[in-house]
């Protein structure tokens, strides 16, 4: 009797016991975005259990999807650490982005204040304030969580438990899926440091719309300090682009859930400026304009573009991405693909789909014909995506010339496969073999699509991604019944087109 109710014991108890160890486990953080003082929102933190010494605390120099230091560091101030006892504990600022803590194992808390970034950003980075927050109190809060929330160099791969003080009013859009504690309490988790920094949240009075587009779940959310109910009207449009990107990549979209959260800011400027950052699951939109009526056209280029990464580099990409070193990034040498394909697609998707004319395909084509021009294409684009933190002078190329080295491989596929193979069918492939938990390794990513493909194709991108020879423009556009005048930059059909034209840009173009 008493041996079985000690093994009860022991069967209630252990489970429980090892419950409590591996809470400790992780990181527990405290955001306060109801108690504002100084524009500055108050963070505190439990560090992971642990027998160090002393542990370096680090706040991202650089997040993916922009290529220049960023320096999030920068808006942390008032960085303490204390023991049990509240004694304060040792700490040192070592450079921008990073801080000594002493007596690791003994500190019970970290605390600081975080600064809104924006301006700064702005500034520093011309339009890159969607890598970064903006707290507005009371109104809207738009957290990039890499601005706010930082690990130890020593503990990165532990899970984080996020425990965020709001108005009662307030909801958080995002990926993430918040829990509702009580009226001004939120809490939400993540597996690591890069699901959250991937997870942004929009926190304001809520403008939200639900789309189902196949098994995906799509919230679109809205801010407007006037504009309360807007959502709907832009859920419509983001839904007519979702719906021909499902077709366009195969009848399927590749994530269960996604997010585009839209912010956008009344001004008496002409024109519109906008941008944007792209994550796994979701998309940060941010716009400034004198006419809201500028907001629907500009979306359908965004969020097309935005989602599109959810193919690359969310489901095909390098080790240097799958391993992100927030502090001392280094870059991967296939930016043509991450941004050059993915804006390719932005372009292609319409024109396949009939969502466009052909005329409004060849203006398109004109276009980033004229940006390329505007920039070295002597580079090697493999030598300049590694070096981009360095050659940001020409980074705009990957959109411009990158895109036009989707277009010509595409044709070149097409070309090769009579038709039956194009850009759309590799990046299935890719995915296929690689998905969003695996990896390639860079240099050897050209040899695995040559495998996939025709030999001629690691020359392609021997002669033209590798090297330096300009890219065979005027003579692939005529493959697929299109004139190119190089002096003028126009594009313009064949007048008369022969048959294999016809059957190639039948093949490439849907026309």
């Not at 929330?149 to 918040?178: Q, R």
């Not at 979209?253 to 944007?276: C, H, M, Q, R, T």
Request: glycine share 6%; with cysteine; aromatic share 12%.
């Amino acid at each position: 009797m008493n041996t079985l109710i000690k093994l009860f014991f022991v069967i209630i108890i252990l489970p429980n016991v090892m419950i409590a160890q591996m809470s400790k486990k992780n990181y527990d953080y405290s955001i306060d975005l109801l108690h504002m003082s100084n524009d500055e929102v108050r963070v505190s933190f439990s560090p992971p259990k642990n027998n160090l010494k002393q542990g370096r605390f680090i706040i991202p120099k650089l997040v993916p999807g922009f290529y220049q230091a960023m320096n999030f560091g920068q808006y942390i101030s008032d960085f303490t650490a204390t023991d049990k006892n509240g004694k304060k504990v040792l700490t040192e600022r070592l450079d921008k982005n990073s801080w000594m803590v002493h007596d690791l194992s003994r500190v019970k808390k970290i605390s600081y204040q975080v600064a809104d970034g924006w301006d700064s950003l702005e500034k520093e980075s011309h339009e890159a304030r969607s890598a970064g927050s903006m707290f507005i109190k009371d109104s809207v809060f738009v957290i990039n969580y890499n601005s706010l929330v930082g690990y130890f160099e020593e503990m990165k791969d532990i899970p984080y438990h996020i425990k965020i003080t709001k108005n009662k009013d307030f909801y958080a859009s995002s990926a993430l899926d918040y829990k509702q504690i009580d009226k001004i309490t939120d809490m939400v988790w993540a597996k690591d440091y890069r699901e959250l920094v991937d997870s942004p949240v929009l926190y304001s009075v809520p403008d939200t719309t639900w789309l189902k587009i196949g098994h995906t779940k799509v919230l679109v959310s809205f801010y407007n300090k006037k504009e309360r109910h807007y959502s709907k009207t832009i859920a419509h449009e983001i839904e007519n682009i979702l719906k021909n990107q499902q077709a366009y990549l195969g009848g399927t979209l590749p994530v269960s859930k996604y997010a585009f959260l839209i912010y956008y800011e009344s001004s008496n400027e002409n024109g519109y400026l906008g941008d944007g950052l792209e994550h796994s699951h979701s998309t940060v939109c941010l716009y400034r304009s004198g006419n809201m009526k500028f907001l629907p056209h500009a979306l359908n280029r965004v969020a097309s573009h935005e989602f599109f990464h959810v193919v690359t580099p969310l489901n095909i990409h390098s080790g240097e991405i799958q391993h992100y070193d927030f502090l001392n990034p280094v870059m991967s040498e296939h930016l043509w693909l991450y941004e050059g394909m993915t804006e390719y697609a932005t372009i292609h998707m319409p024109i396949k789909q009939k969502m466009i004319s052909l005329e409004d395909f060849e203006k398109s084509l004109e276009e980033k014909i004229k940006g390329m021009k505007e920039f070295d294409n002597t580079l090697s684009f493999t030598e300049m995506s590694k070096k981009s933190m360095e050659r940001q002078d020409q980074y705009m190329n990957f959109y411009m010339k990158g895109a036009l080295l989707g277009l010509c491989l595409d044709i070149r596929l097409r070309e090769l496969s009579n038709g039956k193979m194009g850009t759309q069918d590799l990046m299935q492939m890719l995915m296929k073999k690689y998905g969003a938990g695996k990896y390639f390794n860079d240099d050897e990513l050209f040899d695995e699509i040559t495998k996939m493909t025709y030999p001629e194709i690691h020359t392609f991108f021997r002669d033209f991604v590798e090297g330096t020879q300009p890219i065979p423009l005027k003579e692939y556009l005529e493959k697929a019944g299109f004139n190119y005048d190089e002096t003028t930059g126009k594009v313009t059909s064949v007048s008369h087109p022969d048959s294999k034209q016809i059957a190639l840009r039948k093949a490439w173009i849907n026309q």
